[in-house]
């Protein structure tokens, strides 16, 4: 008798809806199965009267102003997905899109392993290439505190690129320097200076932790007059990501560097990898008026950072 109701017109008419296909099937199927081929476009309301995706939208809001505020200062870490779904009173679900959006936009940055979790991103700093000034001067600028890791110092035969660029004879020395810098205690770029020994006598006796351009000024009497730099997009190796604090294959900008005395003579070649999440480029160019002419136009990074 049950049975014979539910396949009654009646029945049918009110509950079930014919499809393209020819097949009559109840309507919560109908429903169901939209929902599993195209996604969930109705969601239950929350506590609040709202939609799900409304309530998602004011937890990424409101991490943002916590980290506008200082209340999430950069470098800091999150806590777990349990532990923020429940501060934020959202699913873990929804807690993982609002992760994902920031993430995209370089807001935060998540890293895998142990010691791995959600970080808040660090600012962007601003390169200028418009004129030859040191690293620690740029982020002294911007406010920043510049610091240096030194790697490696050696005097050794250079690179065929450091040679060429350089000037260099084959039996000529260059003094080689690597290290990570850094700005507010946080590593933004891989520097790799190679140098002219000739010119520099006892430059390996002296403190390398600070700005170069500022201990040739001091020490030897040399003003840097001009560099050529060339600025090209490559990915992070597992060493490079491993300096940088940043994930294996992360974009970076390498800055590859020849700069010149006032006389012209070249005394510097360097190769410097900026963390790309961390580094915007800026060229002014100069019309004929000004007697130079940019090779670049302005190139503003933004990726997402992760380590």
Request: with cysteine.
């Amino acid at each position: 008798m049950v049975d014979r109701f539910f396949r009654s017109r009646r029945w049918r008419s009110a509950n079930c809806k014919t499809s393209d296909d020819g097949f009559t099937r109840p309507r919560w199927i109908r429903r169901r199965r939209a929902r599993l081929l195209f996604g969930q476009t109705e969601y239950p309301p929350c506590s609040g009267g709202c939609p799900m995706g409304a309530q998602t939208e004011e937890v990424r809001r409101r991490i943002v102003a916590e980290i506008n505020s200082g209340a999430l200062p950069p470098g800091s870490r999150l806590g777990s997905e349990r532990e923020l779904a429940e501060h934020y009173g959202v699913s873990r679900s929804s807690l993982r899109q609002v992760l994902a959006a920031l993430e995209e936009a370089g807001v935060v940055r998540r890293a895998i392993g142990r010691s791995g979790g959600t970080f808040i991103s660090h600012a962007t700093v601003e390169r200028d290439l418009s004129g030859v000034i040191g690293l620690p001067a740029y982020l002294a600028s911007q406010g920043y505190v510049a610091g240096s890791r030194i790697l490696s110092t050696q005097m050794t035969v250079p690179d065929r690129n450091a040679r060429d660029a350089l000037d260099l004879g084959e039996d000529e020395f260059v003094i080689d320097i690597r290290r990570i810098r850094l700005a507010d205690g946080s590593p933004i770029s891989l520097e790799h200076v190679q140098l002219p020994a000739g010119r520099f006598p006892g430059l390996l006796e002296r403190p390398l932790g600070g700005s170069l351009y500022e201990l040739m000024e001091q020490a030897y009497g040399l003003v840097p007059g001009a560099a050529e730099e060339q600025i090209e997009a490559v990915n992070a190796t597992t060493t490079e990501a491993s300096v940088l604090g940043t994930r294996v294959d992360a974009a970076l900008l390498l800055i590859t560097r020849t700069t010149r005395d006032q006389t012209g003579i070249p005394f510097e070649y360097s190769r410097d990898l900026f963390r790309a999440d961390r580094t915007r480029i800026s060229v002014t160019a100069r019309g004929p008026a000004g007697r130079t002419e940019a090779k670049a136009t302005v190139l503003e990074v933004r990726t997402d950072s992760e380590s």
